[in-house]
């Protein structure tokens, strides 16, 4: 399976959680979604077109963060406008730094009840490592990782 498709799959798991959350079915409810991502339009080439065509009944806002950025982010000034945003999805944040701040929600739940994720056929490298990171439990899950490595001979 491409990185797209990976990408996309994890995006679309990750948005029906946050629906199921409500204990409705989707389709009972219009629901809006605010993500922050680097600019709207890589956002919707990556993950929101195809989301949207399944799910009419969702509305994405996308806070592109792309002008703070140039200005300069921090992550003390990530972490604020998340404060203020409250944002359903993040990407590109220091997890570990999150969780001791109460900021994300626990995922592990939410897994257990979706249908639609199987952390079993996910890296168990990078859940381990997003456990890692979560103190044992899981905040976040990645729509992509890179691994690398140096041979010598």
């Given at each position: 399976m491409n990185q797209l498709g990976i990408r996309l799959k994890?995006?679309?798991?990750?948005?029906?959680?946050?629906?199921?959350?409500?204990?409705?079915k989707p389709e009972d409810k219009a629901t809006k979604l605010k993500v922050f991502y680097h600019d709207k339009q890589s956002f919707y080439k990556i993950y929101g077109k195809l989301f949207t065509a399944q799910n009419p009944h969702v509305e994405i806002e996308v806070v592109s963060l792309?002008?703070?950025y140039k200005k300069g982010f921090s992550m003390?000034?990530?972490r604020e406008l998340v404060k203020k945003e409250q944002p359903d999805l993040i990407f590109n944040f220091d997890l570990q730094s999150f969780v001791e701040d109460g900021m994300l929600v626990d995922l592990e739940p939410l897994l257990k009840k979706s249908k639609d994720v199987n952390l079993e056929r996910m890296?168990?490298?990078?859940?381990?490592?997003?456990?890692?990171?979560?103190?044992g439990r899981l905040y976040g899950l990645s729509p992509t990782f890179q691994s690398k490595a140096l041979f010598y001979r």
């Open positions: 994890l995006l679309l798991c990750l948005i029906c959680l946050l629906t199921g959350c409500t204990g409705m792309d002008d703070y003390e000034g990530y890296n168990k490298n990078m859940t381990a490592y997003l456990r890692n990171k979560g103190g």
